[in-house]
Structure formats: C-alpha cells, structure tokens
C-alpha cells in the first residue's frame, strides 16, 4: 500500500501540473477533433496528458496499476484484484476544451478499497489546483496562494447549484423546481468538467446534482477532494459512490457540501 504523506500529494500536483502544460500548448494552436466511438470528441491534448501522466506515475509508483480514459480499458477479470490504483483524465471537459472557455481539469486520483482517498484536480487556464487527502484536509492553490477548503452549512436562506454547461435535461430542471418551491431562493453556477464539485468542495455551491451518465475517471479525483472538504458524493439511494466496479459508469449522484442536510427528496425516482 502507498503510504499517504505531504510529499506524495506534491508529486502528484507536480504530475498534474506537467499535463496540464502540454495541454496548454495545444490549446493555444489549431488542433484536430477526432471522435472516439462514443462519439465523444478527442483530440491530440488528451493523448500528450495522458502519456506524462501515465509515464510520471509509473516511475513514482511502479507498483501500483493506473486505469485512464485514454489507455486501453482493462477487464474486470483483471481489476476487480486491485485494492489500490491510479484513476486518471488526462483531460476532463474535452468539449470546454475544444470551445476553447478555459473550464477543462486535469484529474488524478489515488483509490484504496474502492474509495478516493487522494485526489488532484488542475484546471491549467486560470492555474487552479485542488488537492486533497484523506486525513490531511483538501486544499485550493491559486498563483500567490494556498489556502484550505472547507463545504458549506445549508443555512435554509438560499440554494446555490453547480449545473453543467455542456449537460443537462428535464430531470435537473424538475429537481430545480422542486427546490424552489420547497426552500425559495435558487442561483444556478455553470461550469464544465469537474470543477462543478470543486465548487461545492471550495464552498460557493451547496450542491451539484448529475443526473446523466458519467464514468469513474470523471469523479475520482473531485471525489477526494469533496470527501476532504467535508462533503460527500452520494447516489440516489444516498449511498457513496464507489470506483473499480464492474461497470466503469457512475450511477446518477448528487455532490453536497452540508452532510446533514439531504437534497436526495428532491431528485429520487425521477
């Protein structure tokens, strides 16, 4: 088992931050879209982040076995043996990328026993960088500071929610109703890729609810840095989500920044 420490969790940033440089460079020239056979866009700056990842990661932790987006899916015959693994996005918001709005995440997260308990989130535009683990708090990196990330207490005054910009549907606008005539005040927060429960873990939204389809390497790393703000990641049902499943896709979850506080009554069933 990899021992968690301060220095660890540096590395792991230093990691992040070296794709997220490559992103950048790409980002600033013309770039091809492909499509992968989900019809989901790709293009050269996830494959140049997921090399330095996948590369940097081996030479730290040789032992320890990586599951990507981008690297060839491994069967479950084969990683349901795993009690720890590396989950990577290279490039999570490939079609914030590709709008070129700056709101795309390099996302790296440590799994122990199917539980996030490492994670680092870098969105290379604004140089932001939230980094968490567990037992040693969750933290948000600006140029020219650092400071520690706490979840915010549902106060009963107003709901703020983090909603997605590229995704969304009748069934959050429902819930979204649902909300407003049961607690008043509502203010919405767009934003792409995981930064959404980011904003949840800095505090500036109480909740995210996702109900559409996500895969593991979406969550993992903001995941960790939620659970270490004081918040957590539930499904419908209110049980945590849990990685290295069979199924690499993520059942229909709402981030909370209050634990207490239960905003599954206005989402279940739908």
């Known amino acids: 088992m990899i021992k968690l420490e301060q220095k660890l969790l540096k590395q792991v940033t230093a990691i992040a931050r070296e794709a997220g440089k ?9 770039f091809e879209v492909k499509k992968k056979a989900d019809n989901s ?30 690297s060839d899916m491994i069967d479950y015959a084969q990683r349901q043996h795993w009690h720890e693994f590396w989950l990577i996005d290279p490039l999570d918001g490939t079609r914030e990328f590709v709008k070129r709005n700056g709101e795309f995440t390099v996302n790296i997260a440590l799994i122990s026993n199917s539980k996030p308990v490492l994670g680092v989130v870098y969105a290379p535009v ?10 040693a ?43 407003k005539r049961a607690e008043g005040e509502v203010k919405i927060l767009c934003m792409g890729s995981s930064l959404k429960l980011c904003l949840v873990a800095e505090g500036k939204a109480d909740i995210y609810p996702r109900l559409g389809p996500t895969n593991e390497w979406d969550t993992g ?12 990641v539930v499904d419908l049902q209110g049980n945590e ?14 981030v909370q920044g209050d634990i207490n506080y239960s905003w599954i009554k206005y989402f279940h069933g739908q």
């Open 137 to 179: 708090g969750a933290y948000k990196e600006e140029p020219g500071s650092v400071s520690g990330i706490k979840t915010l207490k549902y106060e009963g005054e107003s709901v703020i929610i983090a909603a997605s910009r590229s995704h969304s549907g009748d069934t959050l606008a429902q819930g979204i109703e649902r909300i």
């Open 41 to 70: 866009p790709l293009t050269l700056a996830d494959q140049a982040a997921n090399d330095i990842i996948i590369s940097s990661l081996h030479k730290l932790t040789p032992g320890i076995p990586m599951l990507s987006e981008e």
């Open 241 to 254: 989500l849990v990685y290295n499943k069979a199924s690499l896709l993520n059942p229909e979850f709402i």
């Open 22 to 30: 490559a992103i950048i460079e790409i980002y600033h020239q013309d």
């Open 221 to 232: 790393a903001a995941h960790a840095v939620v659970n270490c703000a004081g918040g957590k």
């Open 126 to 135: 604004p140089d932001i960088m939230y980094s968490a683990m567990k037992g």
